[in-house]
């Protein structure tokens, strides 16, 4: 049983529109989530991350929200540019879990010129 | 600083072979972890090590799979023998304990296809 969905796994969005990525989760245990993000051939790099605690945490272009009520979080890209376009994987965290991450599946975005 | 280093970055193997994937983590960095990557099931931790010490392998698929880590910066994960449903990407990813954020870093994963 999956316990961090990503139910989209391809997204196409306008160069210099917003590109929105969604994650639900199944575990209200989890506390930390984070956002990675990755190129072919190379590795998932760290993108943004949020505490349960908030809501919504900002960096630059890139904003994850938190709905913990509904198990849901989202990354939002304003504006989107051709060089983001990736995969991007949503992750989450127990608390006290060692930093054991549990990854969705993905979701490829493309941002078309 | 280099990054996670991962060797072979691209294997090609018969099935029944034995593979070894190997990795080097981020100096001073103290827990190690497995990852495999396929499309039916997305990223999935196989293993992961603090201070050498294997804490979790509940991810492992089946006794084919091994790691070690004999030292703080060298891991490898074992597939003896191969079959073809391992085909699939593994990284291997560091971070360090301390930090507030929970960020792994990941190496560029080796690409393994078993024939």
């Known amino acids: 049983d999956q316990q961090v969905k990503q139910n989209s796994p391809s997204l196409s969005v306008q160069e210099g529109r917003i590109s929105i990525l969604n994650c639900d989760y199944t575990n209200s245990m989890f506390d930390y989530f984070l956002w990675y993000k990755k190129y072919p051939a190379e590795g998932p790099t760290f993108l943004i991350s949020?505490?349960?605690?908030?809501d919504k945490n900002e960096d630059g272009r890139f904003t994850v929200f938190l709905n913990k009520s509904a198990k849901h979080l989202s990354l939002h890209i304003v504006p989107s540019q051709p060089g983001d376009s990736a995969v991007y994987f949503c992750a989450a965290s127990l608390s006290g879990s060692a930093r054991q991450l549990t990854f969705g599946s993905g979701t490829q975005l493309t941002v078309l010129p | 600083d280099a990054g996670v280093i991962q060797s072979p970055r691209h294997e090609v193997t018969e099935m029944g072979q034995e593979v070894t994937l190997r990795c080097k983590p981020i100096s001073g960095h103290d827990y190690l972890f497995w990852y495999r990557q396929t499309m039916m099931r997305g990223l999935e931790l196989l293993i992961y090590?603090?201070?050498?010490?294997?804490?979790?392998d509940s991810g492992m698929p089946e006794d084919r799979f091994s790691a070690k880590m004999p030292n703080a910066s060298f891991s490898t994960l074992k597939i003896q023998p191969s079959e073809p449903r391992d085909s699939a990407v593994y990284f291997c990813?560091?971070?360090?304990?301390?930090?507030?954020?929970?960020?792994?870093?990941f190496g560029p994963g080796t690409r393994l296809t078993v024939t």
């Open positions: 090590f603090n201070n050498n010490v294997p804490i979790d």
């Open positions: 990813a560091s971070s360090l304990s301390g930090r507030i954020l929970y960020e792994q870093y």
């Open positions: 949020i505490s349960s605690i908030k």
